[in-house]
């Protein structure tokens, strides 16, 4: 990561409502080259909106920014040709195999043809599938499926992956894996990950920085270690410095529907 550097995401002053409710509200953040970056927060506060903003997926209320050098709002075909996502729900097709996932991202990202297989058993090497390549995704693991997700994702080479939510429902094994790959993803492609989550553990062994958010603003943002010393307690968890920076806990948030959501996620991951 060169922080020196020109930043590979910027945002500036992005908003989004829908009718009287503001999802995200005037919020500025910038990624450099190869961070891992985390939009922090409870359900609700306003991660998965901005993502979708940034991925060209909704469009902004008012505010812009730019991916590389893509204007997010006035270049949006541009920018999905940089990017990779990986949603929260599932996005691979259980009655396909792993390999035939991998060929149909191969052909909706234009990959030359003459290229495509090598593309596809890069990735499956790289993410030790190469012995599920004919094997039916609905057979996976939820830790499989995550990989693959990810395999999906990065096929075309991106230079920023954002993904929501990327270990929800998995369990502990699994979600070691997934990060394990996500770095490596990083080290070696120097691809720029930027993620949402509401795991604190995750966002402190994982992130370069994290941005936490809050009822659709920006509470903060810095390193985890940063934004513990201005806490002014030595001894500050991630949790502590939700707390110092928002006055509230993260367990105490979200309603209804966003928790059976997750629940329903977390059930079809296994």
């Known amino acids: 990561m060169d ?3 020109k930043p590979i995401v910027s945002v500036q002053n992005l908003t989004k409502r829908f009718g009287n409710f503001t999802a995200v509200d005037d919020i500025s953040f910038s990624v450099h080259a190869k961070e891992i970056f985390a939009l922090l927060g409870p359900n609700g506060a306003g991660k998965t909106t901005t993502i979708k903003m940034l991925i060209t997926l909704l469009g902004p209320t008012t505010g812009d920014g730019k ?3 893509f204007n997010f709002v006035k270049q949006p075909a541009d920018v999905r040709r940089v990017i990779g996502y990986v949603p929260q729900s599932i996005s691979v097709d259980g009655t396909l195999t792993a390999y035939e996932n991998l060929m149909l991202m191969a052909q909706l990202y234009d990959i030359p043809r003459k290229e495509r ?3 596809i058993k890069e990735i499956l090497s790289f993410l030790n599938l190469e012995d599920y390549a ?3 995704v609905r057979k996976f693991s939820g830790g499989m499926i995550r990989k693959l997700e ?6 075309h080479h991106p230079k920023v992956l954002f993904l929501d939510e990327p270990t929800s429902g998995l369990d502990p094994i699994a979600r070691q ?3 394990k790959h996500l770095r490596e993803l990083r080290d070696q492609f120097g691809t720029t990950i930027i993620f949402t989550t509401h795991q604190m553990d995750e966002a402190e062994d994982m992130c370069n920085r994290v941005a936490i958010m809050n009822n659709g603003k920006i509470s903060a943002i810095g390193s985890v270690q940063e934004l513990k010393e201005k806490t002014k307690n030595k001894n500050a968890s991630l949790d502590d410095v939700f707390i110092f ?5 993260l367990e105490q948030t979200g309603n209804f529907r966003e928790i059976r959501r997750t629940r329903q996620i977390e059930k079809r991951l296994g």
Do not use: D, H, P, Y
């Not at 990810?150 to 096929?155: E, V």
């Not at 920076?245 to 806990?249: C, L, R, Y």
């Open 150 to 155: 990810i395999g999906q994702a990065m096929i």
């Open 117 to 119: 297989a090598g593309r």
């Open 134 to 136: 004919k094997v039916l």
């Open 3 to 5: 922080r020196g550097s």
């Open 67 to 69: 991916i590389s050098e």
């Open 177 to 179: 894996n997934v990060w």
């Open 245 to 249: 920076f928002t006055g509230s806990q």
